[in-house]
């Protein structure tokens, strides 16, 4: 006759190793790889302080990229011992496991014993919905989609380019968008200006990107800085963002922009545009080249952008911000290789993209210098730029 599930459970608990609760509240921090074989709901509600999550359904297919080896001190829990138990048969008896237990009386007894239980924060069942496709990319997955709702970055200007970057980043669910911007919308602005609509126009950009924002996804909290970007408020106004999106269209400002950004060490992803071209680059301060290793003098007044009315192709913007939003996520998830000491240049009417490589200058006026050294004092005190460009031109 085949066994009773009870006798089954008996006779597996009787071929492994079984351990009590405070043997392993003994052993946290030592080495011991604490693995829980509950199911993802239960975990959410909470887990032994330093547990990795293995599902019993995807043991086999799991544990390896978790515990990869085979000789290493693996402590299995679940509810009650039970579901631990067979695990731990599997990763003795079919995995090749040599130092495996399973602890008696599971994350209950642990509890009533009075040993903490980390409960972790976790998404929504609305949020999980929303970022289902997030979720299933093991470079995102549910880790990454907290680290984008935590993430707080700052938007330089809600026109061309800040319009599609400012949507994809509320829709990816940057947790918190600033964006600085004192313009309001005007009627030539909606040929690229995607995030505005013509029933605003007259309004306030940052009001408008807020509407819109706010119907595309209620998770993304909105900062608004309705103010002209200058040294007196840049230090204030940039301080606490992970990272700021360049949209800028002069080049006094981005000066004035990456000095201060390299005395906070944070990281600009910049991007221009005029006509059919644009470039792209990431400005990490110290970790590659500063926006003036790149460009050490402003260009002649008829090369500048912000010297003249220029033309632009309406859907321009929309390429180069989508690419900015790649980069702000890459860079807020720690995944993949950010255009740090690279430029990208795109040339819409070829279709083609050309990467050169820009190198940190030793001489740098501002980079090369270590920002701890700087005193207070300096801090906020920048050259007067708008006569620096006029001069240059």
Request: glycine share 10%; hydrophobic share 40%; charged share 20%.
């Amino acid at each position: 006759m085949s066994p009773s599930g009870a006798e089954l459970l008996r006779n597996i608990k009787s071929q492994i190793h079984e351990v009590d609760p405070a043997a392993v509240h003994e052993q946290l921090g030592n080495g011991t790889v604490l693995v829980d074989v509950r199911e993802t709901e239960e975990f959410s509600v909470g887990h032994l302080p330093g547990a990795r999550h293995v599902p019993r359904a995807y043991l086999e297919s799991r544990i390896e990229g978790v515990v990869p080896d085979r000789d290493a001190h693996v402590v299995l829990y679940c509810a009650s011992g039970n579901r631990s138990a067979y695990a731990a048969r599997t990763l003795s008896e079919d995995l090749g496991y040599t130092n495996v237990e399973s602890m008696t009386g599971g994350i209950t007894l642990w509890k009533d014993r009075g040993y903490s239980v980390d409960v972790p924060r976790t998404l929504t069942p609305e949020q999980r919905d929303r970022y289902s496709r997030h979720i299933l990319m093991s470079e995102v997955g549910t880790e990454g989609q907290l680290k984008l709702l935590d993430a707080r970055v700052l938007l330089l200007g809600a026109g061309g380019l800040g319009a599609p970057t400012a949507l994809y980043l509320a829709a990816a669910g940057i947790g918190t968008l600033g964006i600085v911007d004192n313009d309001t919308v005007d009627l030539s602005n909606l040929q690229r200006q995607v995030i505005h609509t013509q029933d605003r126009v007259g309004d306030l950009k940052v009001d408008s990107a807020e509407a819109t924002i706010a119907n595309l996804n209620s998770d993304v909290r909105v900062v608004k800085y309705p103010v002209r970007l200058d040294a007196s408020n840049v230090m204030e106004i940039i301080e606490g963002y992970d990272v700021i999106v360049d949209g800028l269209d002069n080049f006094p400002t981005r000066y004035l922009i990456n000095d201060a950004s390299v005395r906070l060490r944070i990281p600009v992803v910049s991007a221009s545009i005029l006509g059919f071209d644009g470039q792209l680059s990431v400005f990490a301060p110290y970790d590659g080249p500063c926006y003036r290793c790149l460009y050490p003098t402003p260009p002649p007044a008829d090369m500048a952008p912000s010297c003249g009315a220029n033309g632009v192709l309406g859907v321009l913007p929309g390429t180069m911000g989508l690419l900015q939003a790649t980069e702000v996520v890459k860079l807020v998830l720690g995944e993949g290789e950010p255009l740090i000491g690279r430029l990208l240049l795109y040339e819409a009417l070829g279709a083609t993209f050309t990467e050169l490589k820009v190198r940190r200058d030793p001489d740098c006026p501002v980079c090369s210098r270590d920002p701890e050294s700087i005193t207070d004092d300096e801090m906020g005190v920048f050259p007067d730029y708008e006569a620096f460009c006029a001069a240059a031109g």
